[in-house]
């Protein structure tokens, strides 16, 4: 699987990023809490308050890529305002676990009545491939628009895992997207070429992936970062790999 990856991460060096991605605005605000989340001496309760904000602002940066339709309302003068509403059918998110529950609260917090499903998939340490490990979706989710959260997408193997268990359930491919706060490019061509009518939602985009498919620069373990554990092998988060 190593020597794979490693040529589909070279293969990507002198692809330009796919028109489905869509990264924040790097405003100085955001370059400022990037600063406070990737820096290793960042006490846990900065690291959680920023990953937070951050987060907040990813979500209602990817709720503008969602469908709008023009409408007219009354103000409460008599008035007509022209205005827009949303579209679709409903809003469900799916967390790939464990660093992507972190972003439940942020898309419960936008988006009214969201419904919420899980996904766990961790690496095989001996095979090197993804395996669905734990699956909970809301029922009927076909025609929702799906937001499918990780915190950092290094490879994109567990992110393509998780886009083929939405299809399976026959959600469209353009109804999903993909929301990480973190993303190396490597995982930003692999989906891209994959599902090409995903959309890759991120508030960063990385050069690289190390020999153990960590991000680089990066930002360490989101998951150890923010639940305080150093975590057991098991619960590795890049790409979480399994070590029974």
């Known amino acids: 699987g190593h020597s794979r990856l490693s040529a589909l991460a070279s293969a990507h060096q002198c692809h330009p990023l796919p028109k489905t991605l869509s990264v924040l605005k790097n405003t100085p605000q955001v370059r400022g809490m990037h600063t406070i989340i990737r820096n290793k001496d960042t006490s846990r309760d900065e690291f959680i308050f920023y990953s937070k904000r951050l987060m907040r602002l990813l979500i209602e940066h990817a709720l503008s890529s969602l469908p709008f339709q023009s409408c007219t309302v009354q103000t409460p003068q008599g008035h007509d305002y022209e205005g827009r509403m949303y579209s679709g059918k409903q809003i469900t998110g799916v967390s790939i676990l464990r660093a992507g529950e972190t972003m439940e609260p ?44 990780d915190c950092t997408v290094s490879t994109g193997a567990a992110a393509m895992m998780a886009v083929r268990v939405l299809l399976d359930h026959d959600v469209p491919e353009d109804k999903i997207f993909l929301l990480s706060l973190l993303m190396a490019e490597m995982g930003v061509h692999s989906v891209a070429y994959a599902f090409p009518q995903v959309k890759i939602i991120t508030t960063a985009v990385d050069k690289k992936v190390n020999d153990l498919f960590r991000i680089i620069p990066g930002i360490g373990n989101f998951g150890d970062r923010y639940f305080g554990t150093d975590g057991p092998q098991e619960w590795s988060d890049e790409e979480d790999t399994l070590s029974t």
């Not at 491939?129 to 959260?149: A, F, G, N, Q, T």
């Open 106 to 149: 942020a898309l419960r917090a936008v988006c009214k009545d969201v419904r919420i499903g899980t996904i766990l998939i961790q690496t095989n340490s001996y095979t090197g491939e993804p395996e669905l490990h734990y699956l909970r979706l809301p029922k009927d989710i076909s025609e929702d628009h799906v937001i499918l959260m």
